[in-house]
């Protein structure tokens, strides 16, 4: 036999055999679906368990007001975060979503790694200081607030405030102008 004659019948078995073995995998995978066996690959997104936070917070309620003349800051009002009991805070951050652009982490916190909060039982509450964040004037914007403890596994959304717009104009527009005569 002539070696070109001998590779083609060796290319053709090949092609050949590939053929078979896929028809034979198919027949396979309906014979199981028939009798009701599931294939192995669906069974292993079942054994994972969803990951479920434990931590959660009160409601999230901001605002947006002139803090200078043609200066705006978002206000966040006082929350509380509910931890798992037994566990520890490991973060939480506000995050600004802009209507016309990119979403901002305006405030990022993180314990003391020797002795994390809370102290005793299982809530805690930001101090007034971390609440005003600068903020542009006309601007639309949604405060989420964002936090893990050492139960989760990653950052869970506990809290989102509905669309607010911050004002535009000057005090000289908002507030009446009061002379000496």
Same mark, same amino acid.
């Given at each position: 036999m002539k070696?070109?004659?001998?590779?083609? %019948? @060796? /290319?053709?078995?090949?092609k050949w055999l590939a053929g078979c073995a896929l028809l034979a995998l %198919?027949?396979?995978?309906a014979v199981r679906l028939a009798t009701g066996s599931q294939p192995v690959m669906a069974l292993a997104?079942?054994?994972?368990?969803?990951?479920?936070?434990? @931590?959660?917070?009160?409601?999230? &309620?901001?605002? +947006?007001? %002139?803090?200078?003349d043609d200066r705006c800051k978002i206000h966040v009002e006082p929350f509380t975060i509910n931890i798992a009991s037994g566990q520890k805070l490991v973060l939480f951050r506000l995050v600004a979503i802009r209507s016309t652009g990119p979403q901002t982490i305006i405030y990022d916190w993180r314990p003391d790694q020797s002795n994390p909060a809370p102290a005793l039982g299982t809530t805690y509450t930001p101090s007034l200081v971390a609440k005003d964040f600068a903020?542009?004037?006309?601007?639309?914007?949604?405060?989420?607030?964002?936090g893990?403890?050492? *139960?989760?596994?990653?950052l869970f959304n506990l809290g989102l405030t509905d669309q607010f717009t +911050?004002?535009? *104009?000057?005090? /000289? @527009? &908002?507030?009446? %102008?009061?002379?000496?005569?």
């Open positions: 070696r070109a004659t001998l590779d083609r %019948l @060796i /290319r053709f078995k090949g %198919l027949g396979l995978l997104s079942v054994d994972v368990p969803p990951t479920v936070p434990e @931590i959660f917070a009160s409601p999230v &309620h901001a605002g +947006c007001y %002139l803090a200078r903020a542009t004037c006309g601007e639309s914007y949604e405060i989420s607030l964002q893990k403890d050492t *139960g989760d596994a990653s +911050c004002p535009t *104009g000057t005090y /000289r @527009i &908002h507030l009446p %102008l009061i002379r000496k005569n």
